[in-house]
């Protein structure tokens, strides 16, 4: 289970109000895809689905608990840039999050459970097409290798809810597509509930169970201040509607998901692509 229900949610900056009023569930293993102006808020969602911020006024329940008041493993998060870190290797990236939880002072592993949190590491390394670059920094790497890292560095978490806020929006449209198989197999291989930014329809639809737009709805320039964004566009693309797509699955079930445009050789087990 990992389903988000947001009640009621305002947030504000001092006197400007940001958002205002959003209510929405998302269900267990849903992919959203939250779209929107510059400025219309979308970070600060995720942000507050993060625990990096906190609603001025209503709540937020993952599986019904209330989301504690800071990041933790259930929820992993990749920027467009910067998510990892630049001192560590490809390997110490994919690890840290788990020596973090390990040993929370030291942040250091030993022995038996160090190996098999290497192990663990180089698989979901190999998973993201990442491998034979474990010792490598990530400048040596491919902006689109560094947010390859980034994903493996937070699925290791194995969070129950994935973030993402415009985490390919920097790649070039080739870089981009090859991303995109990626994590669609990433997201058909896990449990997860994604919920991510983009600034790209065509990424919105091709990923996504369910596009999410956000938008100021009064937009008169004197008022911008005084009101926020809330939700004008709830479009579920699920289940998926293309013609010639051979199974049509529902979210909840075990098995290989078929998206909008999607082939089913794209629905190869993990590994077998790079
Ligand atoms: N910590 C903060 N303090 C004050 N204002 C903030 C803070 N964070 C965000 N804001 C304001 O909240 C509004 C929404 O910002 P946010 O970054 O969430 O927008 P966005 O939809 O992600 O935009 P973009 O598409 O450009 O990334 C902006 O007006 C911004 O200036
Ligand atoms: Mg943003």
């Known amino acids: 289970m990992s389903e988000l229900r947001i009640e009621k949610v305002w947030k504000e900056y001092g006197n400007q109000i940001v958002l205002e009023d959003i209510s929405l569930t998302v269900e267990s293993r849903a992919f959203v ?16 689905l993060l625990g990096q911020e906190q609603p001025t006024r209503g709540t937020i329940l993952l599986d019904g608990e209330p989301l504690p008041p800071e990041p933790g493993p259930d929820r992993g998060v990749v920027f467009q840039r910067y998510s990892v870190f630049p001192h560590l290797t490809v390997l110490g990236n994919v690890l840290l999050g788990k020596e973090f939880t390990a040993a929370r002072y030291r942040a250091k592993l030993f022995g038996a459970a160090k190996r098999e949190a290497i192990e ?26 560094q947010q390859r890292l980034a994903l493996a560095q937070a699925l290791i978490m194995k969070p129950k809810v994935l973030l993402l806020d415009e985490p390919f929006g920097a790649l070039d449209p080739g870089i981009r597509a090859e991303i995109h198989t990626l994590m669609k197999r990433l997201w058909n291989d896990t449990r997860m509930t994604v919920v991510m930014v983009t600034h790209d329809m065509r990424e919105a639809f091709t990923l996504a169970s369910r ?50 445009g999607q082939r089913q050789d794209d629905l190869a087990p993990s590994g077998d692509k790079a």
């Open 33 to 48: 895809a939250l779209v929107g102006p510059s400025g219309c808020g979308k970070t600060t969602f995720l942000r507050m």
């Open 211 to 260: 596009v999410i737009a956000f938008e100021r709805r009064r937009d008169r320039p004197e008022e911008k201040i005084r009101y926020g964004a809330s939700i004008t566009n709830d479009i579920s693309i699920w289940p998926p509607r293309l013609a010639g797509t051979p199974s049509v699955f529902s979210p909840d079930r075990d098995g290989p998901v078929a998206f909008p």
């Open 120 to 145: 663990e590491a180089r698989h979901l390394i190999a998973q993201v097409g990442l491998a034979g670059s474990e010792g490598k920094y990530p400048s040596q790497l491919s902006g689109g290798m």
